[in-house]
């Protein structure tokens, strides 16, 4: 098993699990932040929620090790792949051996993406803690922090900018985590394909519409 998992077929396997555990959240995430549109007691009873049991600190350490192992292969295949081409080639490849500019542009997507998420740990989980009561529990005013936030043009045209490149990372590292899986085969490579593009454009406009709502619309 550790021969396999050391192997590059095995390296490519992990990084496609790790980067698939990241999807789901991200998705999830989405999906929940989109109670802000219901109201900010939604908003803020949800934040609540998913935050006041010990769950949280097991999901926190699962991603913290996913996203570990997920940058480390990442880092790896990429200095494996370069060593181990000995000339470019002078014709680059057509076709469906085309190398895609998504794919090509991954490993500066990624750096990127790792930057946004430490400024957005640092801005919003660590960020400012106000106060509200919903149905009688006290709990963090988050939709006022998220009000407070995207009211900064800046903040508002930096993270759209870093949502639609998720979208680019998600729709192409999504499909690749489905390649490494043995999915993208067959009769359902078609499937798995758009299925990649949708999850990709849903996730980043899913969390681009907050920003604009809250800029534009209150």
């Known amino acids: 098993m550790s021969g396999f998992l050391g192997s590059?077929?095995?390296?490519?396997?992990l990084m496609g699990i790790t980067g698939l555990i990241w999807a789901g959240f991200?998705?999830?995430?989405?999906a929940g932040n989109l109670l802000i549109f219901v109201s900010n007691d939604a908003y803020n009873a949800y934040g609540h929620a998913i935050t006041s049991g010990n769950i949280v600190y097991v999901a926190e350490v699962i991603l913290v090790l996913a996203l570990?192992?997920?940058?480390?292969?990442?880092?790896n295949l990429t200095v494996n792949n370069r060593e181990a081409k000995a000339q470019k080639y002078a014709v680059a490849a057509k076709?469906?051996?085309?190398?895609?500019?998504?794919?090509?542009?991954m490993a500066?997507?990624?750096?990127?993406?790792?930057v946004f998420i430490i400024l957005h740990l640092i801005t919003f989980k660590y960020g400012t803690v106000y106060t509200t009561n919903v149905?009688?529990?006290?709990?963090?005013?988050?939709?006022?922090?998220?009000?407070?936030?995207?009211?900064?043009?800046?903040?508002?045209?930096?993270?759209?900018i870093c949502l639609?490149?998720?979208?680019?990372?998600?729709?192409?590292?999504?499909?690749?985590?489905?390649?490494?899986?043995?999915?993208?085969?067959?009769?359902?490579?078609?499937?798995?394909?758009?299925?990649?593009?949708?999850?990709?454009i849903i996730v980043a406009l899913g969390f681009i519409a907050q920003p604009l709502y809250i800029f534009f619309g209150r």
């Open 135 to 160: 149905h009688g529990t006290e709990m963090r005013d988050l939709a006022k922090l998220m009000v407070e936030v995207f009211a900064q043009p800046g903040y508002v045209v930096w993270y759209v």
């Open 164 to 200: 639609i490149l998720l979208g680019f990372h998600l729709k192409h590292g999504v499909g690749s985590s489905f390649q490494s899986l043995g999915l993208m085969e067959g009769t359902y490579r078609e499937t798995w394909r758009k299925l990649s593009i949708a999850y990709g």
């Open 26 to 30: 991200v998705l999830v995430h989405m």
């Open 95 to 105: 076709g469906k051996k085309r190398v895609t500019l998504a794919s090509r542009t």
């Open 68 to 75: 570990i192992a997920h940058v480390s292969l990442a880092i």
């Open 8 to 13: 590059t077929v095995g390296k490519k396997y």
């Open 108 to 114: 500066i997507q990624g750096s990127l993406i790792l």
